[in-house]
């Protein structure tokens, strides 16, 4: 059982930075590939950015290569996504998840209660 909790979500204006932190309960942490994801006002979630267990592999949808980054610390059980060039289309409630196998899609079984990230124009 893996209990998420992110932080780090606000507003920011366009072309500004966040850096958004996902905490995971637990001492198994290393054992679990983490992704982060998002979903906007009557839109589907969708995936973000996903890593291995290491952090030696990383993963972006197309629109925010180049602009976010996925990293994580094992020693402090903690995901996070930095967050540049900011557009007004990134404005989303961000959730990181957690499973044994690569997180790319929404059926990944352990979810944070998400934070809210608005970039305005």
């Known amino acids: 059982q893996v209990q998420l909790v992110e932080s780090g979500g606000g507003l920011v204006q366009t072309g500004g930075s966040l850096r958004l932190s996902c905490v995971a309960s637990?001492?198994?942490?290393?054992?679990?590939?983490m992704g982060w994801f998002r979903q906007a006002p009557g839109k589907e979630r969708e995936f973000v950015a996903a890593?291995?267990?290491?952090?030696?592999?990383?993963y972006y949808v197309d629109s925010v290569k180049g602009r976010f980054t996925i990293s994580r610390d094992n020693a402090k059980n903690t995901v996070y996504l930095q967050m540049n060039s900011l557009k007004p289309e990134d404005t989303a409630v961000y959730y990181c998840?957690?499973?044994?196998?690569?997180?790319?899609?929404?059926?990944?079984?352990?979810w944070g209660q998400g934070t809210q990230v608005t970039v305005s124009s």
């Open positions: 998840a957690a499973d044994r196998l690569l997180v790319t899609n929404t059926r990944a079984n352990y």
């Open positions: 637990g001492r198994t942490f290393s054992s679990y590939n």
């Open positions: 890593s291995t267990r290491s952090g030696g592999n990383t």
